[in-house]
């Protein structure tokens, strides 16, 4: 009978072992909500310093509004047409002249941006209507711009600065991302 009996020194319930796996699962676990808190602060810093610059930084970019405009009666001269042409202008050898319609638009942003660091001559388009909140496009203008996009304040259907856009530039392709948000919207103004 004596050889039957086994003394063992480990709990014959599996709830001690729970305890202590569960110890470290919870210093684990404050570790990961102590870096998920410093990196959430660290991300709101940074969304807090893009959107709620003082509005000095960008007071250049609404300060020439009016030679922005190409409108054909009054538009910027020769200054504005060689900061067309050197935003459009080709730096690959594959590349492509894209001018980019809606280009301070959320998608036309990200659009306009990547076409410049493939190599390709950009240059975007864009009314800044009042459907969005036209200070996140000036923001967008101004990202683009210090990435080498020109932005032209237009309107899609001024045939006149559609030509002399045009005339200026030799696009190879027009990517279209204008749209007016809202059908009823569209449908009021018809």
């Known amino acids: 009978m004596s050889q039957m009996k086994h003394i063992d020194n480990t709990p014959s319930t599996p709830s001690m072992f729970k305890m202590e796996k569960s110890r470290y ?3 684990r676990m404050h570790s990961s909500l102590a870096k998920l808190t410093f990196w959430s602060f ?8 893009f959107f709620f610059r003082s509005p ?4 250049p970019v609404t300060s020439d509004l009016n030679r922005r405009s190409l409108r054909t009666n009054s538009y910027g001269g020769p200054a504005l047409e060689k900061r067309v042409r050197t935003s459009a202008k080709i730096r690959s050898r594959n590349g492509i002249s894209v001018l980019v319609i809606g280009a ?18 950009v240059l975007g388009l864009d ?3 009042e459907y969005y909140d036209p200070s996140l496009k000036r923001v967008r203008q101004a990202l683009l711009e210090r990435t080498g996009v020109y932005i032209v304040e237009g309107d899609i259907n001024n045939v006149a600065l559609l030509n002399k856009l ?3 530039v030799p696009f190879t392709h027009v990517m279209h991302l204008a749209a007016q948000a809202g059908v009823r919207y569209v449908m009021d103004g018809v």
């Open 166 to 168: 045009f005339d200026i």
């Open 56 to 59: 000095s930084s960008l007071s």
């Open 127 to 129: 009314n800044f209507n």
């Open 104 to 121: 301070t638009g959320f998608v036309g942003t990200y659009v306009s941006a990547a076409f410049k660091r493939h190599g390709d001559g």
């Open 25 to 27: 699962n919870r210093l």
């Open 42 to 49: 660290v991300f709101l810093g940074l969304i807090f310093m």
